[in-house]
């Protein structure tokens, strides 16, 4: 029978070739890494690599070296973000293509790839990690729980975070210093597991897999409740000042199905977790003696226990401040305050901006000197807070009686220089292979949670050499990541004869930012191009960087620091106002390299005074609060 093309008939042919293209591929692309990105052990974390698309069902992830064939998988993410981590101690140093390969539910595919480089340092190697609890072999009933799950983890530089893997498949990250897996074996079928933990210390290097053999299924039973329990003092981020003994630190803690039979407190850092209580009967409560701790930032964690044994923990972060330093902890220095001819650079929220010199104002596409910024600021649009200032003067959020320094954009504002910028640009006075400090305040008001495309950087950044001739870029800052709730420094490199080549790109370890409350950042760093800089970063007393190779570009020039918030996503920016505000923003010259330490440098920002009068714009002493010298001329006078 021969078909003929009725109307219906084709109108069939018609909806049946729509039917075969109505399902379109997946899409993917890399938002992370940048291409021609340099990894090393500081950029082994798993949100330096990931990737975006539409339609996908699973991402697999591989590796080949440039000029061979042979295809390294590093892993299938099945759940987004699509992410894949590259560990560099796996791969010798040398050029790479990083491929991404997106499968839809159909299983169509896509793929996208970009050149990196990665530099094999095996220095590093690592935390060590292993299983406390349980022990290989054990076998879970079907449903049932795994309720005592903990390893112990240690490395020279700091443990950032555990990894718990079952069949090699992440579940849990473990960002505390009770590094724990528990997990309720109702979401695994039942069968045979290998369940793994791989810790990463604070430089971004991981170490050896720890592993153990488990088994679900077997008789059912009831499963119990672990208790909640949660820290009610103090509030989170706290500072303790010193000397503080008896209660300083209390929970709430309850069980369902059973009752709680005690509470465990530590107090932990880098270098270790301590027991600062043990209650077993409510009122839940432990002391903090601030004697037997250094300053920085801690971590303090309750963990409840009940009569059958299952564990539950909370943490949460605090500042212990004590009012006599524990000594240097970075070499050289003393007690005694820092030298007014060694500030190079000082701005203050305190002294007029008509006596003040040495900067710009850079904001809503206006420029303006220093001396000619009005005392009640520069203004924009109203913005939803009913505010219109974008830089000026505030209230200190802590203290009325105080000013801070004020920087505020938002999507809408005007661009300048190439971003959504409100930002102090500070005149060059930073020379190669000399040691320089720099130390401030920072309140960061809540924005939110911000797109992973919504990038800026915050507080202060260097910046090297001159955009408009083409040459150098900022050779660190601290830059927003993941969604805006977490930071890390970064820094940047050429040691090529032509500053504009070969830049090399290093991410550190991320750290949560410190909202809504005051915090100290204070940075000790030289610029040099042939592996003799260093970068120091401490927030709150914790050292959070600790770099010495290459750092900045030799340009010829001399480099100048900025302050206050650059976001450069401008397109990406949602119409949340970013505010972010400073206290006594300083840079500092180190004429041997170990004059000052950071204890020093941090209570200059928190308001300490110079070694001699009070050093104001113009480089004159006198008894002006605040003020700014840019040069060390200007300031030894």
């Not at 080949?64 to 101690?89: Q, V």
């Not at 830059?479 to 940047?492: D, E, I, L």
Request: charge should be neutral.
């Amino acid at each position: 029978m021969r078909f003929q093309k009725t109307p219906i008939a084709l109108a069939a042919i018609t909806m049946l070739g729509a039917a075969f293209t109505a399902q379109a591929a997946p899409t993917v692309t890399f938002s992370e890494p940048d291409g021609g990105e340099t990894f090393s052990q500081y950029t082994s974390n798993s949100s330096a690599c990931e990737a975006t698309g539409s339609r996908i069902a699973s991402v697999t992830f591989s590796l080949r070296r440039s000029g061979t064939s042979t295809w390294t998988t590093l892993n299938t993410d099945s759940s987004s973000p699509w992410r894949c981590t590259i560990d560099p101690s796996r791969f010798a140093t040398g050029q790479y293509v990083l491929r991404a390969v997106a499968r839809d539910s159909s299983g169509a595919t896509a793929s996208t790839s970009r050149t990196i480089n990665i530099v094999n340092n095996t220095a590093n190697t690592g935390p060590t990690v292993a299983f406390k609890t349980p022990t290989s072999g054990k076998v879970l009933p079907s449903g049932g729980g795994l309720s005592t799950c903990e390893v112990s983890a240690s490395d020279p530089n700091g443990v950032q975070k555990v990894e718990f893997y079952m069949n090699d498949v992440l579940y849990k990250t473990d960002t505390g210093a009770a590094w724990t897996c528990t997990f309720s074996a109702g979401r695994f079928p039942n069968g045979s597991y290998v369940l793994k933990a791989v810790a990463t210390d604070k430089l971004g290097a991981k170490g050896p897999a720890a592993q153990i053999n488990l088994t679900i299924g077997g008789t059912t039973t009831t499963q119990n409740s672990a208790p909640s329990v949660a820290i009610t003092q103090p509030q989170a981020g706290a500072t303790i000042a010193a000397p503080v003994s008896g209660t300083a630190c209390a929970a709430n803690a309850s069980d369902t199905d059973g009752s709680v039979t005690r509470v465990d407190f530590t107090l932990s850092n880098s270098s270790g977790s301590t027991p600062v209580g043990s209650p077993t009967a409510a009122p839940y409560q432990c002391a903090i003696n601030t004697a037997s701790f250094a300053n920085g930032t801690y971590t303090l964690t309750a963990t409840a226990t009940d009569d059958k044994g299952a564990k539950k923990s909370t943490s949460q972060s605090l500042t212990i401040n004590k009012l006599v330093s524990d000594g240097p902890t970075d070499g050289g220095g003393s007690t005694s305050a820092v030298s007014s001819a060694h500030i190079i650079t000082r701005a203050s929220a305190d002294a007029a901006f008509s006596t003040q010199n040495g900067y710009t104002a850079q904001v809503i596409n206006t420029y303006t000197s220093a001396n000619s910024i009005p005392e009640s600021g520069i203004h924009g649009t109203v913005l939803p807070t009913g505010e219109t200032l974008r830089l000026g003067k505030e209230s200190d959020p802590a203290n009325s009686t105080r000013k801070a320094l004020a920087f505020q954009v938002r999507n809408s504002d005007p661009t300048t220089s190439s971003g959504k910028r409100a930002e102090l640009s500070i005149s060059p006075n930073i020379e190669m292979n000399k040691v320089y400090w720099i130390a401030f305040r920072a309140y960061i008001h809540d924005w939110g949670t911000l797109a992973t495309s919504d990038n800026a950087l915050f507080g202060c950044q260097m910046h090297s050499g001159d955009n408009n001739a083409g040459v150098g870029g900022p050779s660190f800052g601290l830059y927003t990541t993941q969604t805006g709730r977490t930071f890390r420094v970064q820094a940047r490199y050429s040691e090529n004869a032509d500053p504009g080549t070969g830049g090399v790109s290093m991410k550190f370890a991320e750290y949560p930012i410190p909202f809504e409350q005051w915090a100290d950042f204070v940075v000790k760093f030289k610029h040099n191009t042939s592996g003799n800089g260093f970068l120091q970063v401490w927030m709150n007393g914790q050292m959070i960087t600790n770099y010495t190779g290459s750092l900045g570009y030799n340009t010829g020039m001399k480099d100048y620091a900025k302050f206050g918030y650059y976001n450069w996503t401008a397109a990406n920016m949602n119409a949340v106002p970013r505010k972010v505000m400073l206290r006594e923003p300083h840079i500092v010259a180190d004429p041997t390299g170990s004059t000052y330490t950071h204890d020093q440098l941090r209570a200059l920002a928190n308001g300490g005074s110079s070694s001699s009068s009070t050093v104001v714009a113009g480089g004159t002493s006198g008894g002006t609060s605040g003020g700014l010298c840019s040069t060390i001329e200007c300031a030894a006078q």
